[in-house]
């Protein structure tokens, strides 16, 4: 079965400062999907980015972008110009060429100081 | 507007008793999902519905049980035989294929036993 890690629980990062979260996931398939999802303290998940496997360029949505590593099974997510409203849990999800559900790791929380 | 509604937001059982979350869609999404997010284990899936009036099992399905007869509507029932329900349930929808466009979250219920 896929799974995804996320090893960072928490971090934190100065307002307007960037900061790197984490992903790794294990599969053996070649064609797949990875996302972000952020989950502010309202709770309403939101998706932030999404990559395909089989793209080479890493996705990139304003301040939010992706590093994918595929040989590494790593992916990702760097913030720039961190601002308070990016305080948040942040989900990273796998799903594979299938029509199957996502697998979600077990978050980071994100704190942005001011 | 479409959108994935959940309701309540909040709700409280006694011990023995059996609960009913409701899930609804407009979003002519073929697919929905129900998971339950709990403090350091990230989402985790318990059923998931890819068709009217068929439903699959997810890795923590124990203790629950789902319908789908409608398009639009997903119920999760919490069964006495769940021992620990306390928790954030979080119902989603998406295309069939939800490689393509994601995952659109409902707002959560935070089911708690008294």
């Known amino acids: 079965a896929q799974t995804v890690t996320q090893s960072q629980p928490e971090m934190s990062v100065q307002e307007a400062e960037t900061v790197t979260l984490s992903c790794t996931y294990d599969?053996?398939?070649?064609?797949?999907?990875l996302f972000w999802y952020k989950q502010p303290p309202s709770r309403q998940m939101i998706l932030v980015i999404r990559?395909?496997?089989?793209?080479?360029q890493n996705a990139t949505e304003n301040r939010f972008s992706v590093n994918f590593q595929k040989a590494a099974k790593s992916f990702s997510l760097k913030i720039s110009d961190s601002q308070l409203g990016d305080a948040a849990m942040y989900f990273c999800?796998?799903?594979?060429?299938?029509?199957?559900?996502?697998?979600f790791g077990k978050g980071t929380r994100l704190s942005v100081i001011a | 507007d479409g959108g994935i509604t959940q309701s309540p937001k909040y709700l409280f059982r006694k011990e023995g008793q059996n609960v009913t979350l409701s899930c609804e869609q407009n979003?002519?999404?073929?697919?929905m999902y129900w998971y339950r997010q709990d403090p350091g284990q990230g989402l985790r899936l318990i059923y998931y519905?890819?068709?009217?009036?068929?439903?699959q099992k997810g890795d923590i399905a124990e203790g629950y049980s789902v319908s789908r007869e409608k398009k639009e509507s997903f119920p999760l029932t919490v069964t006495s035989a769940q021992k620990n329900p306390t928790a954030f349930y979080l119902c989603?929808?998406?295309?069939?294929?939800?490689?393509?466009?994601?995952?659109?979250f409902g707002s959560g219920t935070r089911l708690t036993v008294v």
């Open positions: 599969t053996s398939e070649s064609d797949y999907y």
């Open positions: 990559q395909e496997a089989y793209k080479q």
């Open positions: 979003l002519n999404h073929d697919a």
């Open positions: 999800a796998y799903t594979g060429s299938g029509n199957t559900p996502l697998v």
């Open positions: 989603a929808s998406s295309i069939l294929s939800a490689k393509v466009y994601g995952y659109t």
């Open positions: 519905s890819q068709i009217v009036n068929d439903f």
